[in-house]
């Protein structure tokens, strides 16, 4: 069976500096990989997402995250936060065909002035 | 596009009521789904159907029908609410050509209380 382990519940950064939210995962076989966030009172948006190839993957608003097949890991990351990145992220992992996604419980972020 | 709707926004329910709950998407997807976020458990899928007419349990079925008679729209139905049924539910849609995998894409949310 799938699963997703988020360690991190919730983050407090400041403004301006690094990011780096966990994200674990145990699949049998080559996981599809996703990156979520969710705003306040919003639907979830696609950050970015892993098939294959390239294990570096770039998203939308200055994202991106490290496949490690040996960690069995799947970080998200950003050089520069903006107060606007306060949301809450979601890690999912899927096979191939995509037909089922499992979620992680989510870590919120909280950007501090 | 509009992409994925839900309606309604919110909703109140007592004990013992019912209710339907619409998703509609316009972007001629062929899986629909239906989940329930909880604070603290992330999004736990309830059913999900890989075209029109066909439907799926997932991984929290129970308390909850859906039907897929078209393929725009999946309905997810409460036939009598309980308490535990107060969540938030998220409908979600994704292409599903064959040999391909694609992102889901999620609508807006139904805040539903169950009083």
């Known amino acids: 069976a799938q699963s997703v382990t988020q360690p991190d519940i919730h983050i407090t950064v400041s403004e301006g500096a690094s990011l780096e939210l966990r994200c674990n995962y145990s699949?049998?076989?080559?996981?599809?990989l996703f990156w979520y966030v969710q705003s306040p009172g919003q639907g979830l948006q696609l950050l970015l997402k892993?098939?294959?190839?390239?294990?570096l993957v770039q998203g939308i608003k200055g994202f991106e995250a490290e496949f490690k097949r040996s960690q069995s890991s799947f970080n998200l990351r950003k050089p520069s936060v903006h107060w606007s990145d306060a949301a809450e992220y979601f890690c999912?992992?899927?096979?191939?065909?995509?037909?089922?996604?499992?979620f992680g419980t989510g870590t919120r972020l909280t950007i501090i002035p | 596009n509009a992409g994925v709707t839900q309606t309604p926004k919110f909703r109140v329910l007592k004990t013992g009521q019912s209710m339907t709950l619409l998703c509609a998407q316009d972007?001629?997807?062929?899986?629909m789904y239906w989940y329930r976020q909880d604070p603290g458990m992330g999004l736990r899928l309830i059913h999900y159907?890989?075209?029109?007419?066909?439907?799926a349990k997932g991984e929290v079925p129970d308390g909850y029908n859906v039907s897929r008679l078209k393929k725009q729209n999946f309905l997810l139905g409460l036939e009598s609410a309980a308490p535990s049924q107060t969540s938030v539910y998220f409908c979600?849609?994704?292409?599903?050509?064959?040999?391909?995998?694609?992102?889901?894409?999620f609508g807006p949310g139904t805040r539903l209380t169950v009083t």
């Open positions: 892993y098939f294959s190839g390239d294990t």
């Open positions: 979600a849609s994704k292409s599903g050509t064959r040999g391909k995998t694609y992102e889901q894409y």
């Open positions: 972007m001629n997807h062929e899986y």
């Open positions: 699949y049998g076989a080559t996981p599809y």
């Open positions: 159907s890989v075209g029109e007419g066909t439907t």
């Open positions: 999912a992992v899927g096979p191939f065909g995509n037909e089922k996604l499992t």
